[in-house]
């Protein structure tokens, strides 16, 4: 008879710490496989499960072990057809069945499943939201109950049943407050006596225990089998909840000259922010306003797939945003993010008004406006990193010298998205930079 | 449904298993084991685990208990992959050589296939644990685990005291080195010095007795003053021990750089490693004796009206998937397997004790027909490795079986040469270089450490003994040389020697090679 041991409830990721080990060590490969996917992949799948590619230098586990293409070996093979000795077989390419025993390098270069936060972990890694301290700042506006031990008063609902009875029972204790069974085993002591042969000794006794009982029930009166003073009530403290919700405005230009290309782009780079902001905070909401020459608020499909004619008035959209923030989102209640995708047009007066409304109000209400311009990728190598640019780049430098929450960008290629998005987020102490 | 089991003399009917089932089917299992086939096995523990825990146990090296390692991260990854895809079933066993002997049985499992696993490992592999030689020299059952325990629980300390990062390199380096971290042979128990001396006066005397004044004119050697250095380089060899082949132990032992904590960690692998070098050198037989004792346990069974044939139907579809071998030009072809050639010579020298061919009796003329077949395997499971089992027991008729040929592979050459096959000339070339492949002895490269100068450059000197111009492989010989030099903490440099020459081939230093 062997001993049995049901181990199948043991805890079974036993190789957790092995695998946080891994990814650890392959950190650098994981995370250059991972931009690579999001940067030719789709948006849609960033935020799931990734199949990477794990190259084998850099995880490899190097030993003396013979080189393949040296020496002279023998091989024993099973299933000779009709080889004779002195038969000549051509060399079959490396990794072909027959090129001899231990066909065992299969370990290079396999690819392996990452959960989505091990996915976002290392996708983020060393970014920051910028400014954070004003979450902090925020009034506080939310409570939740919280346990915090017993109290001797409250409300009959939250009477606190074990700790009560135990209270009772010690009281009990310590009073003797007499049980049942002793005044039951007194009644049948008396009632035997009285069935009893009837003679003085009894009546005495009968009577004495008489007293007895009278005593002891006078005593359990007297003594409360639950007491108020046992009585125990939970106690709840209300726990502030720090404010963790943050809405997002997605603005962007619709009009003509924002082709498939450049909504794509624009697109990219929100579902990066989304995600980013998602990771941060417990509730985030999104807003999306489309503007040509007037803007409105639409749902995301129509943000992206629809299209609508009309010149180009940057200002309205920062209006409709200043009116929704004022309707929906206070800004002590909420943290506000904004970030902007244009190629840069802007009818031409225009972007004085766009100034005046960031400078005067928006960007005090806002934790971080991003701006991204999309640019031409003919055009990348003029506007690189120049001075040259739309008017609406050189009005936003003006806001963006001011405001050390207002950051700027230009992008030409799905590739430069990401890099763009770090340097927009990237932890770093002093935000004033620009 | 165990009531009407009972009823019918049947151990078990249906695919569900329950404890008492389990019990019960052991029971029996063991009871024809001894008197029919006289095993001898460990008392066995057997534990239930669910298929993830066998992916668990599969990274960590088979282990109940392991110290953690990113390696064994990366294995599991490698064989969840692998495993999701369909690409490999689980086993639906491990056993661990440990005293009591554990054996995992996946919860998936029917109750044919509990009876099966049971049979061969609780019986099969356990009594090869307990008899073979090798493990009875080289292993502890009865601590291993509470070593393990010790080991794991050390490293994590490590890993608190010292930083992840830390005891990572030295596991990195020490891993890089488990190949060559075994002792392959028992070394002379150490003379006392009182012993020492007994030999030097001995000598002294057997000089004396053995005068003879004709030595005094020899020419001295012609370069009299290279003596001296030779001396000093032989007597520091001996105080080393040297050459050593065990390089973790001599790094354990002598490594300049380490800390007391980091030549535990370098003790820990090495045990490990040499707990782990028997496994390695008997396969073939250690799953053959595994596979011959289910086999021949489960039609024991069957015949005594033990097993339905329902059951003993999805045991032999099982039994046959276990033993499949594809020829060498079949696209499965991955190699010869080891549960195969095993149970087909085990069966094989079933079938000389008992009805032997007249060549058997030309090749085996000291088993042949004897009559008690048990006896010669129990021999056998007992006195052998792969090696000298395949060398002693693989007959002719099995080389025709399986139709095995040599390939000649010379690695400049555009063509493989047919070197022998199953005829009468082939039989003893065949045998023997099958042999030779799984000695791991001369499948593995030869590495030694040959000299070390402590009072000068203090370079550790390794020799690589090239056999047949097999050369190492560079970028791992490099890696791996590097973490030599990271134990050693001076540099390093690796020779390699043509053993059948002498002649030097090549010679690799760990600061040429650079970071």
């Known amino acids: 008879m062997p001993i049995f041991i049901d181990r199948r409830l043991n805890p079974k990721d036993k190789s957790l710490g092995n695998r946080q080990r891994f990814i650890r060590r392959a950190r650098n490969e994981l995370k250059r496989s991972i931009r690579e996917q999001v940067r030719s992949g789709k948006i849609a799948d960033v935020d799931a499960e990734h199949t990477v590619s794990m190259p084998a230098n850099g995880t490899s586990e190097p030993s003396f072990s013979d080189a393949r293409d040296s020496g002279r070996r023998r091989h024993v093979l099973p299933g000779n057809k009709h080889f004779a000795p002195g038969d000549r077989l051509p060399r079959p390419a490396p990794g072909m069945p027959g090129s ?30 910028p400014d954070l301290v004003k979450v902090n700042l925020k009034e506080i506006l939310a409570f939740k109950p919280r346990r915090a031990g017993f109290t001797a008063t409250g409300s009959p609902t ?36 009285e069935k009893g042969a009837p003679s003085v000794a009894a009546r005495e006794r009968i009577a004495a225990l008489k007293v007895e009982l009278d005593r002891l029930e006078r005593r359990r009166r007297l003594i409360a089998y639950v007491d108020p003073v046992d009585i125990r009530y939970n106690r709840f403290d209300a726990q502030p909840v720090p404010n963790a919700n943050a809405v997002m405005f997605c603005l962007m230009d619709v009009s003509g000259s924002m082709g498939e290309r450049e909504k794509d782009m624009a697109k990219r780079f929100f579902v990066l922010l989304h995600l980013f902001l998602k990771r941060r905070y417990d509730a985030t909401e999104i807003v999306f306003i489309r503007h040509t020459h007037q803007a409105q608020e639409v749902d995301e499909e129509t943000f992206f797939y629809s299209t609508q004619s009309g010149g180009t ?108 998005f770090r340097q927009l987020f990237t932890r770093q102490p002093d935000q004033q930079g620009g | ?37 006289h095993l001898d096995v460990y008392p066995v523990q057997m534990e239930i685990i669910s298929s993830e825990q066998m992916l668990d146990a599969y990274s960590s090296v088979g282990m109940p208990l392991m110290y953690r390692h ?61 008899n073979n030689h090798l493990f009875r020299q080289w292993t502890d059952a009865s601590s291993i685990l509470s070593y393990l325990d010790f080991a794991k629980r050390y490293i994590a300390q490590c890993e608190e005291r010292h930083g992840l990062a830390e005891v990572e390199a030295i596991l990195d380096a020490a891993h890089a080195l488990m190949d060559q971290g075994v002792f392959r042979y028992h070394r002379p128990p150490k003379l006392t010095s009182e012993q020492r001396r007994e030999e030097i006066r001995e000598r002294l005397e057997y000089e004396e007795q053995s005068y003879n004044d004709l030595w005094r004119t020899l020419p001295a050697s012609k370069d009299g003053k290279d003596d001296e250095p030779d001396d000093s380089a032989t007597e520091r060899k001996e105080t080393l021990n040297l050459p050593e082949e065990n390089l973790l132990y001599f790094l354990e032992k002598n490594s300049l750089v380490l800390e007391p904590w980091q030549r535990e960690i370098l003790r820990i692998v090495r045990v490990i490693a040499q707990y782990f070098y028997p496994q390695r050198q008997t396969q073939v037989m250690n799953e053959g004796c595994a596979t011959f004792v289910h086999y021949t346990l489960m039609n024991t069974l069957f015949d005594r009206g033990m097993i339905g044939e329902g059951a003993m139907l999805e045991i032999l579809k099982n039994h046959s998937n276990v033993v ?50 048990r006896e010669v395997l129990l ?94 492989e560079e970028t791992g010989c490099d890696a791996t040389l590097r973490h030599v030099r990271k134990l050693w903490g001076y540099d390093v440099s690796l020779a390699g020697v043509n053993m059948e020459t002498g002649l030097a081939v090549y010679e690799r230093t760990a600061s040429q090679i650079g970071d």
Not at chain 1, 104 to 119: G, I, N, T, Y
Not at chain 2, 331 to 337: K, L, M, Y
Request: charged share 25%; net charge negative; aromatic share 12%.
């Open chain 1, 313 to 420: 008035v940057v200002s309205t959209a920062l209006e409709e945003m200043r009116r929704i923030i004022g309707e929906r989102y206070p800004s002590s209640e909420w943290n506000i993010y904004a970030a902007q995708a244009s190629d840069g047009d802007n009818f031409a007066t225009d972007s004085e008004r766009c100034i005046a409304l960031l400078d005067g109000e928006i960007m005090r209400l806002c934790q971080y406006f991003a701006y991204v311009e999309i640019i031409d990728e003919r055009e990348s190598h003029i506007f690189g990193s120049t001075e040259n640019g739309t008017s609406l780049w050189h009005a936003y430098e003006a806001v963006s010298a001011q405001w050390p929450n207002f950051q700027m960008s230009r992008i030409a290629t799905p590739a430069d998205i990401y890099p763009v």
């Open chain 2, 70 to 130: 990113w390696s064994f991260g990366k294995h599991f990854l490698h064989q969840e992959l692998l495993y999701r895809k369909g690409g490999r079933g689980l086993a639906y066993e491990l056993v661990i050589n440990s005293n009591p002997c554990i054996v995992y049985l996946m919860e998936e499992n029917t109750m044919a296939l509990q009876a099966l696993v049971t049979a061969h490992a609780a019986l099969g592999h356990n009594h090869f644990f307990k």
């Open chain 1, 100 to 129: 001899g025993p231990g066909l065992k390098e299969m370990e290079d270069d396999f690819r392996f499943v990452l959960s989505r936060e091990e996915v976002l972990d290392l996708f983020f890694e060393d970014l920051e939201l």
């Open chain 2, 379 to 472: 021999d056998a499971w007992a006195n052998h490795r792969d090696e000298s089992f395949i060398r002693q027991y693989l007959s002719p008729a099995l080389i025709r079986k399986w139709r095995f040929f040599v390939l000649a592979d010379t690695a400049d050459e555009p063509f493989y040469e047919v070197a022998s096959i199953h005829n009468e000339r082939g039989y003893e070339k065949v045998r023997s270089a099958l042999a030779d492949s799984y000695d791991i002895g001369a499948t593995r490269p030869n590495i030694q450490v040959v000299d070390v100068d402590l009072l000068g450059d203090r370079q550790l000197r390794l020799q690589h003994k090239i056999k047949d111009g097999i050369v190492l």
């Open chain 2, 1 to 37: 449904m165990t009531q009407s089991a009972a009823r019918s003399g049947l151990l078990f009917s249906g695919s569900d298993w329950d404890f008492p089932l389990l019990s019960r089917a052991y029971d029996a299992i063991e009871a024809i084991a001894i008197e029919d086939l």
């Open chain 2, 324 to 373: 499949f071998q594809p020829g060498f030009d079949d696209p499965r072809f991955s190699g010869i397997n080891p549960y195969a050639l095993g149970l087909d010579m085990m069966q094989d020298i079933q079938r000389i004790v008992t009805q032997p061919t007249a060549e058997d009796r030309d090749w085996f003329p000291d088993i042949a027909g004897s009559g008690d077949w």
């Open chain 1, 158 to 193: 939250s009477i606190n049943v074990g700790r009560t009875m135990r209270n009772s029972h010690g009281r009990r204790i310590a009073l003797k407050r007499p049980k049942l069974e002793e005044l039951e085993a007194i009644a049948r002591e008396i009632a035997a006596h």
